[in-house]
């Protein structure tokens, strides 16, 4: 069955930067399109980035354009997220999924989902 597991979370202070993993497993990873999400306490789930089968298409939500970079190794099945620049608002807990296509659009349903990892932005 899909797998995804998210790591590289943790505290950071402003300004500072992360970078998220998720290895994922179980499927042919280098066929779907993929994404990270984030939620906050008290808010709902927020799209953050998404990149195509190849990898060589991004997309990325507004409140993190230039400050986030989404890239994958098809080789090694992990999808990577490295966010610079960070805000205390940048706070909340991280998920990775895998889309149902190869690419990405706006309606695109992510249907297997990690189990998050918590980054936290001290301020």
């Known amino acids: 069955q899909v797998q995804l597991v998210e790591s590289g979370g943790g505290l950071v202070q402003a300004g500072g930067s992360l970078r998220l993993s998720c290895a994922a497993s179980?499927?042919?990873?280098?066929?779907?399109?993929m994404g990270w999400f984030r939620q906050a306490p008290g808010k709902e789930r927020e799209f953050i980035a998404a990149?195509?089968?190849?990898?060589?298409?991004?997309y990325y939500a507004d409140s993190v354009k230039g400050r986030a970079t989404i890239s994958r190794d098809n080789a090694k099945n992990t999808l990577y997220l490295q966010m610079n620049s960070l805000k205390p608002e940048d706070t909340a807990v991280y998920y990775c999924?895998?889309?149902?296509?190869?690419?990405?659009?706006?309606?695109?349903?992510?249907?297997?989902w990690g189990q998050g990892t918590q980054v936290t932005v001290s301020s």
């Open positions: 999924a895998v889309s149902r296509s190869p690419t990405y659009s706006s309606g695109s349903y992510f249907g297997s």
């Open positions: 179980g499927y042919t990873f280098s066929s779907y399109a």
């Open positions: 990149i195509n089968w190849s990898g060589l298409t991004t």
